[in-house]
């Protein structure tokens, strides 16, 4: 396993050799990004920039699986702007030289605070533990009570972390110093997952029968909060509002059903996509094959994932072929499954995602060995795989 801040080296199949490099105090930041820059020119770049359709990106799950390759405590990592951005670079780079997908390396880095930064602009405490697994307060007062009067409106300066996300991205952008692109994060969520959290799962499923008009209401105003910081930020960063994502891993049938999304959670998607002009996709880690149907209302949408609890067949048939499919296979596909059924399950996915825009995905790996090399051996023997069932050169 690592030393405190080092990971073991590792190799990559043909010979390569790389040192995932911890946090060695005469490797200066300035070196660092020497070294990405260096990578992002390469030939080896240069492949991967103009890899055919489909990509195939092995994603790694971020921060969890870097705490585990790099040894470091998660606190750090969203602390200390120095060490996140060193470690950043230093796994990308590592990434580069290990891992065998198409994804080129880039000199872009997102001034990230983890993924629930929104939740604390309506007092919901976020916090990490080592690994940088998420805990989310569960006992907003909106939990007991069903007053929206007890949520307050959220102000792009003052709201939850929105001081620390600010300081942070301007830091960060100081400390790349022009040599590297710095990005703005901070709501992702559209209205679901925080109503969710806001009221309880069981609550907010009893809200939609007992009282229809609070949830409506709810949901309306997560939206035109959502809406009026994204208008914030874009005044801040001093660009036009433009395109945005949704993520709502609540979005998953049975846990809400088709009636449900149709009613209190379509009209928000359809208010965000007026709001910004298009929504360039859609995340959520559940099954919303069922969701389909309404989804395709959204007529500006440019991708929808299917996860792995979602059918691939009941996606092709339900979704027109202007929508990029996101298709992500679950970790254990890449890193218990035998060659025989990486195989099967990647002829499958070829064999029915024949004639769509797509790319394929691991869902966000973890290292789960003694041997991190192992890790790394698995993986690459997944995207070997991948490449021969879906009719790509090897990398």
Not at 73 to 80: K, L, V, W
Request: with cysteine.
């Amino acid at each position: 396993m690592s030393t405190e801040y080092g990971a073991p080296s590792m190799s990559q199949p043909g010979g390569l050799q790389t040192e995932a490099r911890g946090r060695d105090r005469s490797e200066t930041l300035d070196g660092l990004i020497d070294r990405v820059h260096e990578a992002a020119n390469s030939e080896r770049n240069a492949l991967r920039t103009g890899a055919p359709a489909p990509v195939i990106n092995a994603q790694m799950e971020d921060p969890i699986a870097w705490t585990v390759l790099f040894g470091f405590h998660a606190e750090q990592y969203f602390t200390d702007p120095v060490f996140y951005l060193e470690q950043n670079l230093r796994q990308r780079l590592w990434k580069f030289e290990n891992i065998d997908d198409d994804m080129p390396i880039s000199l872009h880095v997102p001034a990230w605070l983890g993924h629930y930064p929104e939740y604390t602009f309506f007092d919901m405490d976020v916090q990490v533990n080592e690994k940088g697994v998420p805990r989310i307060r569960k006992d907003h007062p909106l939990t007991q009570t069903p007053d929206l009067s007890l949520l307050r409106p959220v102000d792009f300066e003052t709201s939850g972390w929105m001081p620390r996300a600010r300081e942070w991205y301007e830091q960060l952008l100081e400390l790349a110093d022009g040599r590297l692109t710095i990005g703005f994060t901070g709501w992702n969520r559209a209205c679901l997952d925080l109503a969710m959290q806001l009221r309880g799962y069981e609550q907010l499923m009893l809200d939609s029968f007992e009282r229809p008009e609070f949830v409506h209401g709810l949901q309306r105003f997560l939206v035109e909060e959502r809406n009026r910081w994204h208008d914030a930020q874009a005044a801040y960063l001093g660009t036009e509002l433009g395109t945005t994502w949704i993520a709502d891993d609540w979005m998953s049938v049975p846990y809400i059903s088709p009636g449900f999304f149709e009613e209190f959670v379509l009209p928000r998607y359809l208010d965000i996509e007026r709001h910004h002009g298009a929504i360039g996709g859609v995340h959520s880690c559940g099954d919303q094959a069922p969701l389909q149907q309404f989804l395709v209302q959204i007529k500006t949408l440019g991708a929808l994932e299917v996860s792995p609890w979602t059918s691939l067949e009941q996606s092709v048939a339900n979704l027109p072929e202007s929508v990029f499919l996101v298709i992500a296979v679950h970790p254990n596909d890449v890193l218990v499954d035998s060659p025989a059924q990486m195989e099967r399950k990647l002829n499958h996915i070829a064999e029915h995602a024949r004639g769509r825009r797509f790319c394929l995905n691991t869902s966000g790996l973890t290292p789960i060995y003694r041997d991190n090399q192992e890790f790394v051996t698995r993986t690459n023997r997944w995207l070997a795989v991948a490449r021969k069932a879906l009719g790509k050169p090897n990398g």
